[in-house]
């Protein structure tokens, strides 16, 4: 009799649990899903070649089980459109992950905006560098020209001196050799660093004035010497013949030239690199120990520099140009 | 006027004037004649000091000009003109600016002076209408004529010419010589290298010929081109006319 009672209840919790478990787990297992993640997230999904509104990671709800899909995923401009990938829907709860590979310019493009910040540097080392080695040329050379033996030789040993040794050589001058002899001059004995930027700019002035100072010499004595002798014979001093006849038509032929050297430094001027000035050429070099990409990186760093002689070699070849039907 | 003593000139070891020695009064025309190279115009660029003598004495209006203690080079140069056989105008600077320029700037004239004075000698040499044309827009004979009012704007003692037709083509050589006719007959002193003979006949009172750095004949051009006495002459003639 016990025994009857027991296996009652038994029974009746059987059944319990098989309604219940009908009742309570039926309808959850018919509810098909998909949920669609991707490596990057936020991309463009096409489902069976229509584009839906949202965007990784989604879940899709309206599917049908057995249905069959084409998943695609695009998220433009870094990444190529991802491999199709059929999914079968199975009932209830499906996953999908998706890999989007990168495209080939993806570190070009995710470097752009540093390279680009470090082309500015290198633009604005340029220009700084270009505008006192005019300042220097323009003495130096007419130095060079005017009848002083003392001036002649000081700006002879500039020049030769500077064109005579690599640029890279004397940026390793100024920014490890001087510091020692600051600090002997200081007294302390303790060399005194000079900071990148000043030593890179240092450095580029002094080269630049010398090349620039061949510039403004060639100038003054491309002028025929009968420009010289006919001011003198109007009675004008040396001065006054240099200054009204002589270098106004100098400057008119140096600007070509001038512009040549401007395009030299730009490129020249990625050796600071060597002693971490933060220029184009170094903040490539920083980004190829992070990324291992060196292929795009240098190709970029490549077509930034070009873009950036480009204008100014068109413009030289326009005044050279100009120069010529004027002479 | 000018009165040149015993002049020598020697590059290095080139002696280009051997002792030059001759007298130019005031309002008087010199043509000189001669082979190239005999020193012509190393002899002209030593009266206005382009060329430092090496040698001798030079004088004008009885100051001696070798004297560097005593003068102003460029004081001196501004008293003597002198014109190119290649004009050297400043290619930078108009017909006017080419005139005006020295007196601004040496002789310290006003813009306004140097102008009404520029305009006056451009009447003169018949270019009034080329003022602001740029050298390049004008003719060999223009570019000429202009110099030669670049170098009468500084009111000079003396103009020194040295072949200022040679680089032009012929039919402009006549302009020219126009314009320095005129000068001679209003009594400029006048020192004139140059091949022009029926120039040197018309104006010249006295024609020198030099040979190797020296004046080997001088006299008046009926002399010197009809009845020349040096054999060297004669041969230098004989080739020329
Ligand atoms: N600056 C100089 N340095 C060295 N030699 C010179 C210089 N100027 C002229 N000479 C030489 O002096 C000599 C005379 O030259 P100069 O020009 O006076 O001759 P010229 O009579 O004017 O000849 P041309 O009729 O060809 O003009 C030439 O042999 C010339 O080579
Ligand atoms: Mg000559």
């Known amino acids: ?327 | 006027m000018i009165k040149v003593v015993n002049l020598h000139k020697r590059y290095r070891h080139l002696h280009v004037l051997k002792g030059i020695s001759t007298e130019i009064q005031q309002g008087e025309v010199v043509c000189i004649i001669g082979p190239s190279g005999s020193g012509k115009s190393t002899f002209l660029r030593c009266i206005n000091l382009l060329e430092k003598p090496s040698e001798g004495h030079i004088y004008i209006e009885n100051i001696d000009v070798t004297d560097h203690s005593r003068i102003n080079v460029n004081e001196v140069r501004a008293e003597v003109g002198m014109v190119f056989q290649r004009f050297n105008l400043f290619p930078h600077l108009t017909a006017l600016e080419n005139i005006t320029i020295a007196p601004v700037k040496v002789r310290g004239l006003s813009t306004e002076e140097a102008q009404d004075r520029a305009y006056k000698l451009l009447e003169r040499v018949g270019l009034r209408h080329k003022a602001d044309a740029y050298p390049e827009q004008l003719s060999g004979g223009q570019q000429q004529r202009i110099a030669i009012a670049r170098a009468l704007a500084m009111k000079p003692k003396a103009l020194l010419f040295d072949e200022p037709t040679s680089a032009l083509d012929p039919e402009m050589i006549q302009e020219v010589l126009d314009v320095m006719k005129d000068l001679a007959h209003e009594g400029m002193t006048m020192v004139v290298v140059t091949h022009e003979m029926g120039f040197a006949r018309e104006v010249a009172k006295r024609v020198l010929f030099m040979d190797d750095g020296q004046i080997l004949e001088e006299g008046t051009p009926q002399a010197i081109f009809s009845t020349p006495k040096n054999e060297r002459t004669k041969q230098f003639l004989s080739k020329i006319l």
């Not at chain 1, 209840?9 to 309570?24: K, M, N, P």
């Not at chain 1, 006919?230 to 006849?245: E, V």
């Not at chain 1, 030299?264 to 971490?276: E, P, Q, R, T």
């Open chain 1, 1 to 327: 009799m016990k025994l009857k009672v027991t296996l009652i209840f038994v029974v009746a919790f059987l059944l319990c649990l098989a309604v219940s478990g009908t009742v309570l787990c039926e309808p959850v297992s018919e509810i098909t899903t998909l949920t669609i993640t991707s490596d990057p997230e936020g991309a463009d999904i096409y489902l069976n070649g229509q584009k839906l509104d949202q965007q990784t990671p989604l879940t899709l709800e309206n599917l049908q089980p057995g249905q069959e899909i084409e998943l695609v995923l695009r998220k433009p401009p870094l990444y190529k459109k991802s491999i199709p990938k059929k999914v079968t829907v199975k009932p209830g709860k499906n996953n999908v992950f998706i890999p989007i590979p990168e495209t080939w310019y993806y570190y070009m493009w995710l470097y752009l905006p540093t390279l680009l910040k470090a082309a500015g540097m290198t633009l604005f080392l340029t220009i700084i560098a270009v505008f006192n080695g005019i300042i220097i040329g323009t003495f130096t050379g007419i130095f060079r020209v005017v009848h002083n033996k003392l001036l002649n030789t000081i700006a002879g040993i500039y020049v030769d001196f500077t064109r005579g040794t690599p640029l890279l050589v004397q940026i390793f001058m100024i920014h490890f050799g001087t510091p020692p002899i600051i600090g002997h001059l200081l007294g302390t004995g303790n060399p005194v660093p000079i900071n990148p930027f000043v030593s890179a700019l240092l450095a580029l002035s002094i080269n630049s004035g010398a090349y620039v100072a061949e510039i403004i010499r060639a100038g003054i004595q491309s002028i025929d010497v009968g420009q010289m002798e006919a001011a003198r014979s109007l009675g004008m001093t040396y001065r006054q013949a240099m200054r009204f006849i002589i270098l106004p038509q100098a400057l008119k032929r140096v600007i070509p030239p001038l512009g040549n050297e401007f395009i030299a430094m730009l490129k020249d001027s990625s050796l600071v690199s060597v002693i971490g000035m933060e220029e184009l050429v170094r903040r490539a070099q920083v980004i190829i120990t992070r990324t291992y990409r060196p292929t795009e990186t240098w190709i970029e760093v490549g077509l930034i520099f070009l873009i950036m002689t480009l204008p100014f070699t068109r413009l030289v070849a326009y005044l050279e140009r100009r120069l010529k039907t004027s002479d």
